[in-house]
């Protein structure tokens, strides 16, 4: 199945319909970014909607919560792939896509290009083969606007440490495969650089989110035009 274009960008009474995703290394700040952004937005007075990978569904929720236990050392990284491919498929038919069918932006903390960074790059599976199980999953479905939140993975880790949030499974894993994962989402950039804007998230706070504010409106932009 090839990829079939999110048919975003359209226009109901004056709305716009755009999928942007926020992607990064462990610590690179995405979660936090994302709904400030999202409230800034409607601020500006676009219809938004904030959800995340694995999860946003009862279901996708569930399979996070099996991905993400540190008890589930013994998990096969083909198995991994399997269950994040899983939640996604729930997440896109329950959620994505009814949401991009109406007058709504949709911020994804997360998406398909995680499974290519994580378990493409980081474990070493074949690209090839898990862009067409990503084509399974999704439907098809694809980011209109992609955000790298890019950061030194040393940096990021230590980030996630110092936060006191969630110290997941993938968290856990040897720096090597940290490293793999960075360069794997900057090689995934450069690939498409028309869908994909890079952002430097060893910035402030402050900085970021105002990088992040002016690359979506950016966008936004040129569809308005």
């Not at 048919?7 to 979660?31: R, Y």
Request: charged residues 25%; contains cysteine.
């Amino acid at each position: 199945m090839g990829k079939i274009p999110t048919a975003v960008f359209e226009f109901f009474e004056n709305k716009i319909l755009m999928f942007i995703t926020l992607e990064g290394p462990e610590g690179s700040g995405k979660s936090s970014q994302l709904p400030v952004l999202a409230d800034w937005l409607r601020e500006q007075g676009f219809s938004i909607y904030t959800t995340r990978e694995p999860g946003g569904t009862s279901i996708s929720d569930q399979v996070r919560t099996i991905l993400h236990d540190l008890e589930n050392t013994a998990m096969h990284p083909r198995t991994e792939i399997l269950l994040y491919l899983a939640s996604r498929a729930q997440h896109v038919e329950e959620v994505i896509r009814p949401l991009l069918e109406k007058d709504t932006i949709v911020l994804c903390d997360r998406y398909a290009d995680s499974t290519l960074a994580y378990q493409g790059y980081g474990h070493g599976f074949d690209i090839s083969t898990l862009k067409k199980l990503l084509d399974f999953s999704t439907g098809g479905l694809y980011p209109d606007l992609t955000i790298l939140l890019d950061l030194d993975v040393v940096i990021g880790l230590e980030r996630r440490k110092q936060s006191g949030g969630e110290w997941n499974r993938l968290d856990a894993y040897a720096l090597a495969f940290h490293k793999r994962v960075r360069e794997g989402y900057l090689i995934l950039a450069a690939e498409e650089p028309q869908r994909w804007q890079i952002v430097n998230a060893a910035q402030s706070f402050e900085e970021v989110q105002a990088t992040l504010r002016e690359t979506v409106m950016v966008a936004l932009e040129k569809v308005i035009k």
